[in-house]
């Protein structure tokens, strides 16, 4: 499967972007999907995941009552809904896909490409 980013950006602090990822091919719905940052000087993070059949969401507790995470199968597409954006959510913000819904939260099998997300103070 092959993923496309869309949606990073810059906001200011307690601004909201939504971020979009598209993927190819006609599997999309057995696919578990989620979202990875990776700040500079840091190592990549997990940042949300949603399974691919009931539609149960993950987020790391960093994001937690900021962040949705949610996907449209008819659309092959999986979006994050960033709220109340902080400085420290700036980062590269990739997303990715996993048959799995354990590894799209530890080492997921497919890769898009990063997109920046920069937040002003």
């Known amino acids: 499967v092959q993923l496309q980013a869309y949606g990073g950006g810059l906001v200011q602090a307690g601004g909201s972007l939504r971020m979009s990822c598209a993927a190819s091919?006609?599997?999309?719905?057995?696919?578990?999907m989620g979202w990875f940052r990776q700040a500079p000087g840091k190592e990549r993070e997990f940042v949300a995941a949603?399974?691919?059949?009931?539609?149960?969401?993950y987020y790391a507790d960093s994001v937690k009552g900021r962040f949705t995470i949610s996907r449209d199968n008819a659309k092959n597409t999986v979006y994050l809904q960033m709220n109340s954006l902080t400085p420290e959510d700036t980062a590269v913000y990739y997303c990715?896909?996993?048959?799995?819904?354990?590894?799209?939260?530890?080492?997921?099998?497919?890769w898009g490409q990063g997109t920046q997300v920069t937040v002003s103070s």
């Open positions: 949603i399974t691919r059949s009931d539609g149960t969401t």
């Open positions: 990715a896909a996993d048959p799995t819904s354990s590894g799209i939260r530890g080492r997921p099998s497919y």
């Open positions: 091919g006609r599997t999309f719905n057995t696919y578990a």
